[in-house]
């Protein structure tokens, strides 16, 4: 995680109180920020690839957005995951105990750090959510 950022730290402390839940198969992944999670782990392997991007494309900068622009964005989002061929599996991000919904992601197999980065600007996100070979969730704050 970046030493110095733009994004306040109440929402910093929101991003990394979240879960990341993802689906495969008959039941969710949830990543938590800074644990090695085993069943992300043994999907990496499965899949033959060494990290992965949960990305969101909505409520840009941590702003609230309409339905209908959130459900855009998601789908340019799938779109461009699409375009840079990684499997994607859908997924969601929200805290316990907050009234903030839960939005709509993926997270993209074998997707490497910069190129998340990359995707995750475009989106005007505060930050993704990557893991490499360890298998450990790290938030990335974008700006």
């Not at 085993?38 to 609230?64: H, M, Q, S």
């Not at 993209?108 to 989106?123: N, P, W």
Request: aromatic share 6%; net charge negative.
């Amino acid at each position: 995680m970046a030493e110095t950022t733009q994004i306040q730290p109440d929402k910093v402390r929101a991003y990394l109180a979240t879960d990341y839940r993802l689906g495969h198969a008959a039941q969710d992944i949830v990543l938590t920020i800074g644990q090695r999670s085993e069943r992300l782990a043994a999907l990496f392997a499965d899949k033959g690839v060494n990290c992965g991007a949960f990305i969101t494309a909505y409520n840009p900068r941590g702003a609230l957005q309409p339905d209908a622009a959130n459900h855009l964005a998601h789908a340019q989002l799938a779109t461009q995951l699409a375009q840079l061929g990684h499997d994607v599996i859908a997924g969601s991000g929200s805290e316990t105990g907050s009234d903030w919904a839960a939005e709509q992601s993926y997270f993209a197999l074998g997707l490497a750090l910069e190129d998340a980065k990359a995707m995750g600007t475009h989106f005007d996100q505060d930050a993704i959510v990557w893991a490499g070979a360890d298998a450990v969730p790290q938030l990335i704050l974008l700006r």
